[in-house]
C-alpha cells in the first residue's frame, strides 16, 4: 500500500509499511496522521535504524519499528499540542509548519526545518492527489 500511495516500488516494500503501520496503531496514530507519518517517511529517507530521522539516543541507530513508533508518537503529541493552540484544527499545511518546528527545529538546522516542511507538505498532497484519481 505506501508503495501505492507515493507512486512506486523504490520507495518502500510492503513489509516496510507493515511495520510503519504498526507502530502507528501503537501510538494511535490514524488518518490524516498516518499519512503525515508516510510523508514524513518519504521525506526523511533515511539508511536503516534512521529511517525516520529521529536523533533520539533511544531510537536513533536502532530499526524501523523502534524509529516509526517514535515519529508516530511525536505526530500524535504534536497533533494534540497544535490542537490546544489553534482554532483551525483542520489545516493541515499549518500542523505541518508546527510540527516541522518540533521534529527539526530552525533553531538547529534552519534548512533542515525549511525542507521538511516543503517536503512533507509535498508528499501529503501527492497522496491526497492519488485519492482523488481513486
Not at 533515511?46 to 525516520?52: D, I, L, Q, T
Request: glycine residues 8%; hydrophobic residues 35%; neutral net charge.
Amino acid at each position: 500500500m505506501f508503495c501505492q500511495l507515493f507512486g512506486g516500488p523504490e520507495f518502500a516494500d510492503q513489509s516496510e509499511y507493515e511495520v510503519i503501520r504498526a507502530a502507528a496503531v501503537r501510538n494511535g496514530c490514524y488518518g490524516d496522521d498516518f499519512i503525515i507519518l508516510l510523508a514524513i517517511r518519504k521525506a526523511e529517507n533515511g539508511r536503516p535504524g534512521c529511517e525516520f530521522g529521529v536523533k533520539h539516543p533511544d531510537a536513533w541507530e536502532t530499526n524501523l519499528d523502534t524509529q516509526a513508533g517514535w515519529a508516530a508518537a511525536t505526530v500524535v503529541k504534536n497533533r494534540e499540542r497544535f490542537n490546544l493552540t489553534t482554532k483551525d484544527t483542520e489545516n493541515t499545511k499549518g500542523f505541518i509548519d508546527f510540527l516541522a518546528d518540533r521534529y527539526c527545529p530552525a533553531s538547529v538546522d534552519r534548512e533542515g526545518n525549511e525542507n521538511f516542511k516543503r517536503n512533507v507538505w509535498f508528499f501529503y498532497k501527492k497522496k491526497q492527489k492519488s485519492e482523488v484519481r481513486s
